[in-house]
């Protein structure tokens, strides 16, 4: 029988924001680490999201810094320029005017229903601007364009994507066939780091509480003290159980950080203290993490690199978006250009 024709390979876009001053443990495990091991069997393009960056007030120079530190990690996270497609927002123009076509295909309503809007409206009450509201159809304009498949993200931006497939489809409804529907990609484990102070809640890079977060830049003793102040519970025993957050969160990373599986790091503590393995999970991140953040540190001394692979990047996007965008402006009724 002969083989049936090879398929093509899926589509991969994802983003990170380069806001705030670095990415988190949670950035790392639920996002980027497993962006770079999607690279061989799909075909990927991993962008620093700056235009969602301004939908909460940055500074400019800092935001400059943190874009280049934000495709840095992406590149030291195993992301490799000659397998995917790395790039900065703002160099690709079709994100900003296809978010402007698809603003008008989305509705106030779903936009109102966003849980990070609720959120981050009620943590910046002084500035609830517009894009803060429309981001959703900026976030849909960067996964369309590229007709993605699959969009690797945490599982707090699962209602994103499928704000995404819901205006792809109404506008297909109405055009025709114009953009692939694309699908959530949550990984198994570790979608979901914790907050080490209160590990009921989701670690965050905007928490103002430094110990609630390891960022991936800090240094081995900030994150030895931090983890040994993780808050745990008073069962003293290294399982997991429903009403114990602090010490399945610690398990989740601590497993995620050694590649055992959790029944393995349950078997491995067996008998031992919450201080014992705290320890244990401090040196497992910083190994985890020391290649990574050697290699960013490296990357940032070296600005003519970034800006090649920013450019290169930028290129290759845009022919890719320019096709759908021509197909979108021609369906909705703009003239062309003469
Ligand atoms: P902010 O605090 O500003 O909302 P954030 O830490 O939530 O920032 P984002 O830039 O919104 O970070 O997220 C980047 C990616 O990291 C997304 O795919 C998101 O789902 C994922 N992510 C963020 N926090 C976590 C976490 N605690 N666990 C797993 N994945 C996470
Ligand atoms: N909104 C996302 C970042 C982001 C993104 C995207 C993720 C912007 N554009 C496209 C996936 C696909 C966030 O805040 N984490």
Redesign the pocket.
């Known amino acids: 029988m002969p083989e049936i024709a090879e398929q093509r390979k899926k589509i991969v876009?994802?983003?990170?924001?380069p806001s705030g001053n670095q990415f988190t443990l949670g950035n790392y495990i639920g996002a980027i680490r497993n962006w770079a091991l999607m690279q061989d069997e799909f075909d990927c393009l991993y962008m620093v999201?700056n235009e969602?960056s301004i939908t909460v007030r940055q500074e400019p120079a800092k935001l400059r810094e943190n874009t280049y530190r934000g495709l840095a990690s992406l590149l030291a996270a195993g992301i490799d320029p000659q397998k995917s497609i790395v790039f900065i927002q703002s160099h690709v123009p079709a994100h900003a005017e296809l978010a402007w076509i698809l603003n008008c295909y989305t509705m106030f309503g779903e936009l109102s229903r966003m849980t990070q809007f609720k959120d981050k409206s009620a943590k910046n009450a002084d500035n609830i601007n517009a894009g803060l509201f429309t981001y959703p159809a900026l976030?849909a304009a960067?996964?369309l364009l590229y007709q993605a498949d699959l969009?690797p993200?945490g599982a707090d931006?699962k209602q994103?994507?499928e704000i995404a497939r819901d205006i792809a489809g109404r506008f297909n409804g109405l055009y025709g066939n114009t953009f692939r529907l694309p699908e959530p990609y949550i990984p198994a484990v570790g979608a979901k780091i914790m907050s080490l102070a209160e590990p009921e809640r989701k670690m965050s890079k905007s928490d103002a509480n430094e110990n609630a977060k390891i960022l991936v830049m800090d240094k081995p003793e900030d994150i030895m003290r931090k983890f040994k102040r993780a808050v745990t519970d008073s069962y003293g025993e290294v399982s997991r159980g429903e009403d114990k957050p602090g010490i399945n969160n610690l398990i989740t990373i601590y497993s995620v950080a050694t590649g055992k599986t959790p029944e393995q790091v349950e078997a491995e503590f067996a008998g031992k203290g919450y201080g014992d393995f705290k320890k244990a999970c401090g040196e497992a991140v910083v190994e985890m993490l020391r290649p990574f953040r050697e290699q960013v540190e490296d990357l940032m001394k070296n600005r003519d690199y970034l800006d090649q692979v920013a450019k290169a990047g930028a290129d290759r996007a845009e022919h890719l978006a320019l096709r759908t965008l021509a197909k979108v402006q021609k369906k909705v009724g703009f003239v062309p250009k003469p």
Request: charged content about 5%; proline content about 0%.
């Open positions: 876009l994802s983003g990170i924001q999201a969602h976030m960067d996964i969009v993200v931006q994103h994507v």
